[in-house]
């Protein structure tokens, strides 16, 4: 028998969950639930829409909700909401409120006998894992995230809010000197500045004053005043053709020695390279809805992270059969 | 309270964990058991030595044993008789065995409500969680195992046991070639000739036939035969200045595709660059040695593999405190 999902939130995410469940056979998309008008929305593999209003009515034919809205306003509310009836699964990525986060929806999942893992992606997520697993296996060292190259989403709407900005991209770039120096397990202390630079792709509209732009963009504050930062203006047609994707990726490094005094050194690398960020973290959102599946069929109710489920849960195949090809 | 270790063997991999130990401020070394005789065993940072004849004698004093034998012929006789009397932690990697192994040592965990976890290293072990992670993120996609570079001591063996050779080390390269199409998610068929090279390093002694040596070794059915393989004869001092280490290493790659037709590609890579092989994997050993324990106090008896485990088992902090600051 399959696990019946439920995908709250239609966007960009929900359609890469709607995809990613069509990949794996164990699996079927019950419904999409939307707070648009239902019949606005098209889905990619013909999973039904329903209203967000209705969902309640569907406690009975869903095994696991996957929500699909956003860190800022609709993950707070709706998946402590949602935890007092269906198992679900979130990709909360605000890092100060995770804590609280995992609070609200812990006590509604256990109240409910329902399991909850929440902050599901790749950063946090895989990557979480990656530095955990650094840390505790090279317990003396340090552990540097670098991010991209990849698009930003929060970057590049900060630059579309400016005055004569038609489009822009801005991709976060590692910088590979620093990138090297960790590599190389020479533990550098690094800066802001020196991690990353920000590179802008801009569109602007007819008559806009470039200078202004390019001067609001790098003075920004919090988004680029700290960086390094490249201003490209490009034409639409190159935006279009060079800059429509949403990639993204990045490495977590745990450098650290060993031997009796640190003579040894080791280096931990776990990268990522995305093709779309959304795809991959719905791949993520949806093993771990198969995890949540079998955590709440055992009894293992309440609010768990990706530090606390054991790998084994997120394979779609038996534990003898994977222990005998993976281990 | 400190999580009391004992050591059972006392080669590269025992000093290593010795050395671990040290590095853990929650563990400590409560004796190193050896089948020499005792006094001729000096230790790393002081930790008493005792005939592995006596290691009953410490049942009430050592909460995880930790057995640093080979997987030829040490471990599967000692890991199960020992888990009827210590929770254990081995690195067996006799890969076919391994079900095998792990049903026998379950058996006497169980009955003797003690936790035991094997084959913990970095292969079987860190990668083996790689693939698992990427195969159930990625569905649609393959999975590449690189090693190297790094010493093979198999290999290295192999060719010391040839007449005239006085002593060698062998490099297991990967081929870039491979590893470039690999990372670019061209998903090539690849045969063992096309992942690895073979790179030998070989003092003779006086008077030695070159040619038959370097002969000998690229013909070694198992061995070499399959893998294009470079012979360099150099003196014994370049090879104790160039060649006394045992560096390993190697990367997993998962390279998938999402999407409505498979139209975006990622890749998933977990690498690591070791100066020593035994050292890091002494470090694996001992962070699941803690879970181990831990597992252990909360009732969960029997034989576990390290795709069984949560990952924040491993860590020195608490919950609370790494998802604070690693999610």
Avoid at 211 to 232: G, N, S
Wanted: proline share 4%.
């Amino acid at each position: 028998m399959s696990i019946r999902i439920g995908i709250y939130g239609y966007g960009n995410l929900g359609r890469g969950v709607e995809c990613a469940i069509a990949q794996n056979s164990d699996m079927q998309a019950v419904g999409v639930f939307t707070r648009r008008a239902p019949e606005s929305v098209k889905t990619v593999t013909g999973v039904p829409v329903y209203s967000a209003d209705t969902v309640l009515d569907f406690q009975d034919k869903i095994d696991v909700m996957v929500l699909c809205g956003g860190s800022a306003t609709d993950l707070p509310k709706q998946t402590p909401e949602l935890a007092k009836y269906f198992n679900v699964v979130d990709s909360f990525d605000t890092h100060a409120k995770i804590p609280e986060h995992l609070k609200a929806v812990h006590e509604r999942a256990l109240k409910a006998n329902k399991t909850a893992v929440i902050s599901v992606g790749w950063d946090p997520g895989m990557f979480s894992i990656g530095r955990l697993y650094g840390e505790s296996v090279l317990s003396q060292g340090n552990t540097y995230t670098f991010w991209g190259k990849g698009v930003s989403q929060g970057h590049s709407d900060a630059i579309r809010r400016i005055d004569g900005v038609a489009n822009a991209k801005q991709y976060t770039v590692p910088v590979e000197s620093a990138l090297k120096a960790v590599r190389a397990g020479e533990n550098p202390v690094l800066t802001t500045r020196q991690k990353h630079t920000r590179e802008c792709f801009v569109v602007v509209k007819d008559g806009a004053d470039k200078a202004r732009i390019e001067r609001e963009i790098k003075t920004m504050p919090h988004y680029f005043d700290e960086y390094d930062t490249t201003v490209h203006f490009i034409s639409n047609e190159e935006f279009e053709k060079n800059h429509s994707g949403l990639p993204h990726g990045g490495v977590v490094i745990r450098s650290g020695v060993t031997g009796e005094n640190g003579e040894n050194k080791h280096c931990i690398e776990y990268g990522l390279k995305l093709d779309s960020n959304a795809e991959f973290t719905a791949s993520v959102l949806v093993a771990y809805a198969r995890a949540v599946y079998r955590l709440q069929r055992e009894g293992a109710f309440g609010c768990k992270t990706v530090l606390d489920i054991p790998p084994i849960y997120l394979a779609k195949e038996s534990r003898e059969e994977m222990i005998a090809k993976l281990l």
